[in-house]
């Protein structure tokens, strides 16, 4: 027996409302990912309130001159969102900002969650195996995706895969092996904190501080 959606007060759906449409970006970032935070939670607005709320964030994603505010509009659109609403937006956030590998992960998830040709679309528009891949896997079980362009090997992926690869991983979504065939996941993990935490103490540009990997907000 399924467990009923608990509702979001409407006290709190309207004050994150407000941070959203208040055009300061970190107030607007901080209620989308704590809009995500309780959706994976098993919250839900009701229903009359949902879809204002799905196309103020819509509008950011059009909009917005914030990467991260962007971000987590795909982010928070995946979860709440509706296909024929959204897919027309996050293919345009594909189009538009196809050279940041962080809008391309959270477009590519999204898509992935709310629409079923996401596959076509990418095929199409001709982004890499390996990134489309791993983004899926965010929301997709293992058993609907094509997992040949896999395992990702360290030594040839890009900072970028590693940290998609990562974030896989942390969310408990990972085939086995999904790094190299002869170890699990549990020790690449180790590994890959070991080596980033050299190379930080180096200032690499692999996995310094400045690196994409130090920044998950």
């Known amino acids: 027996m399924s467990s009923l959606p608990r509702y979001i007060e409407r006290a709190v759906s309207g004050y994150l409302k ?32 949902v879809r204002g709320i799905e196309l103020e ?7 917005s001159n914030d990467a991260k505010v962007r971000r987590w509009a795909l982010n928070a659109l995946a979860q709440l969102g509706r296909e024929d609403s959204c897919k027309a937006a996050i293919l345009h956030a594909l189009q538009t900002y196809h050279t940041d590998p962080d809008i391309v992960a959270a477009a590519v998830a999204a898509l992935y969650r709310l629409c079923k040709t996401a596959s076509t679309e990418l095929r199409r528009m001709g982004f890499d195996e390996q ?18 362009c896999l395992p990702l090997r360290v030594e ?8 998609l690869g990562l974030i896989v991983i942390g969310l408990d979504r990972a085939p086995p092996n999904m790094f190299d065939p002869n170890y699990d996941n549990a020790a690449m993990v180790r590994a890959l904190v070991s080596v980033r935490k050299v190379c930080e103490s180096l200032e690499s540009p692999v996995f310094g501080p400045q690196n994409h990997l130090a920044r998950l907000d």
């Open 18 to 49: 407000a941070q959203i449409e208040s055009g300061d970006p970190t107030r607007t970032k901080r209620a989308l990912q704590e809009i995500s935070k309780l959706y994976r939670g098993g919250w839900r607005f009701f229903q009359d309130v």
């Open 57 to 63: 964030i819509i509008g950011l994603l059009m909009s």
């Open 131 to 148: 990134t489309v891949t791993l983004a899926a896997l965010q929301h997709i079980p293992v058993a609907r995706l094509d997992l040949s």
């Open 156 to 163: 040839h992926a890009n900072a970028e895969l590693i940290k």
